[in-house]
């Protein structure tokens, strides 16, 4: 097994802080990952977990301090700011430490020309927080079996880790990257339906929220095909035969296929630095 070297994390927001609070729950001395935050605030919150943290308010080279002496650095910013925060650690970083980006659209090429470094690209996801993510990852031309194995060992602490080309991680992303907030859509809707039938918001969010996750445990502890106990819930000639007659008739699969398009779209967009 591939033993993590220390981590530097650049802007521990939404997605890295996740990444990081994973790693720490599978084990992961907090002492040994620094991150750059952006207000004093937020390192501070840090610090009460056990992590060495530096706040941009209280010193302008955070980002440069916390990857001194990293072995591996989690580029955890917006799309648009890690061309500038590249620049300003490019200095910074140790000869051998591998980047890995998870900013959307933002291209291994991208940041091939602003450091020295092997980058690898990942996009993951926020249940990374729960160690349930899933996490594409793509080398970048300098990184190796050996860093794409340090991105592999990073992300599998925290949950599943698909390896796959980088002309394919947008369309990941449109899947996995961006799916918490498609299946989290979808229980919005079924809880704005059972109001709509009569149910106090308490009791709609309960019946949706559960039905996913009882579902999804039991797909997970079955191993079965969503479509066999899909069958198994719809008796013939019974109710639920209706409401998947009326779904299927919305053509779920185009307007899926429509927003991950759209999606990719803006990836692309990204990339560009628009
Ligand atoms: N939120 C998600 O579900 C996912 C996000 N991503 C990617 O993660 C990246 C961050 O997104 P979120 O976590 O959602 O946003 P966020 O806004 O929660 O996190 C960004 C963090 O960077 C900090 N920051 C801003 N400027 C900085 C600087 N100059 N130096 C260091 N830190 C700085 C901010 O204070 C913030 O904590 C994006 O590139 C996004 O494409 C990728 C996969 C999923
Ligand atoms: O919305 C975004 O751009 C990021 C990338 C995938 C999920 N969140």
Same mark, same amino acid.
């Given at each position: 097994?591939?033993?993590?070297?220390?981590?530097?994390?650049?802007?521990?927001?939404?997605?890295?802080?996740?990444?990081?609070? @994973? !790693?720490?729950?599978? %084990? #992961?001395? =907090? +002492?040994? &990952?620094?991150?750059?935050? *952006?207000?004093? $605030?937020? /390192?501070?919150?840090?610090?009460?977990?056990?992590?060495?943290?530096?706040?941009?308010?209280?010193?302008?080279?955070?980002?440069?301090?916390?990857?001194?002496?990293? @072995? !591996?650095?989690?580029? %955890? #910013?917006? =799309? +648009?700011? &890690?061309?500038?925060?590249? *620049?300003?650690? $490019?200095? /910074?970083?140790?000869?051998?430490?591998?980047?890995?980006?998870?900013?959307?659209?933002?291209?291994?090429?991208?940041?091939?020309?602003?450091?020295?470094?092997?980058?690898?690209?990942?996009?993951?996801?926020?249940?990374?927080?729960?160690?349930?993510?899933?996490?594409?990852?793509? $080398?970048?031309?300098?990184?190796?079996?050996?860093?794409?194995?340090?991105?592999?060992?990073?992300?599998?602490?925290?949950?599943?880790?698909?390896?796959?080309?980088?002309?394919?991680?947008?369309?990941?992303?449109?899947?996995?990257?961006?799916?918490?907030?498609?299946?989290?859509?979808?229980?919005?809707?079924?809880?704005?339906?059972?109001?709509?039938?009569?149910?106090?918001?308490?009791?709609?969010?309960?019946?949706?929220?559960?039905?996913?996750?009882?579902?999804?445990?039991?797909?997970?502890?079955?191993?079965?095909?969503?479509?066999?106990?899909?069958?198994?819930?719809?008796?013939?000639?019974?109710?639920?035969?209706?409401?998947?007659?009326?779904?299927?008739?919305?053509?779920?699969?185009?307007?899926?296929?429509?927003?991950?398009?759209?999606?990719?779209?803006?990836?692309?967009?990204?990339?560009?630095?628009?």
């Amino acid at each position: 097994m591939t033993t993590l070297p220390s981590l530097a994390v650049l802007g521990a927001g939404s997605m890295a802080g996740a990444i990081v609070r @994973g !790693l720490i729950a599978s %084990g #992961v001395d =907090p +002492a040994s &990952v620094a991150v750059s935050t *952006r207000s004093t $605030a937020s /390192a501070e919150a840090w610090r009460a977990e056990g992590v060495r943290a530096v706040a941009l308010e209280d010193d302008p080279d955070a980002n440069a301090a916390v990857v001194a002496g990293a @072995g !591996l650095v989690l580029l %955890g #910013v917006k =799309p +648009a700011m &890690v061309p500038d925060t590249l *620049r300003e650690v $490019a200095g /910074a970083l140790a000869p051998d430490a591998v980047v890995v980006s998870v900013a959307a659209g933002v291209t291994t090429a991208t940041m091939e020309s602003l450091v020295p470094n092997p980058v690898i690209r990942s996009m993951p996801n926020t249940p990374a927080l729960v160690r349930r993510a899933v996490t594409g990852v793509a $080398a970048g031309s300098r990184a190796g079996e050996a860093e794409l194995a340090l991105a592999r060992a990073l992300f599998s602490a925290v949950g599943a880790v698909v390896e796959l080309p980088e002309e394919q991680i947008d369309a990941l992303s449109a899947i996995s990257g961006s799916g918490p907030a498609t299946i989290y859509f979808l229980v919005e809707k079924l809880t704005e339906t059972a109001e709509r039938l009569g149910f106090d918001h308490d009791d709609a969010r309960l019946l949706a929220e559960q039905t996913l996750i009882g579902s999804a445990y039991l797909l997970e502890s079955t191993g079965e095909e969503p479509a066999e106990l899909r069958r198994r819930v719809t008796s013939p000639k019974g109710t639920t035969e209706r409401i998947i007659a009326v779904l299927d008739e919305a053509q779920l699969t185009d307007v899926f296929e429509r927003a991950a398009e759209a999606a990719i779209a803006r990836a692309r967009e990204l990339a560009a630095g628009a």
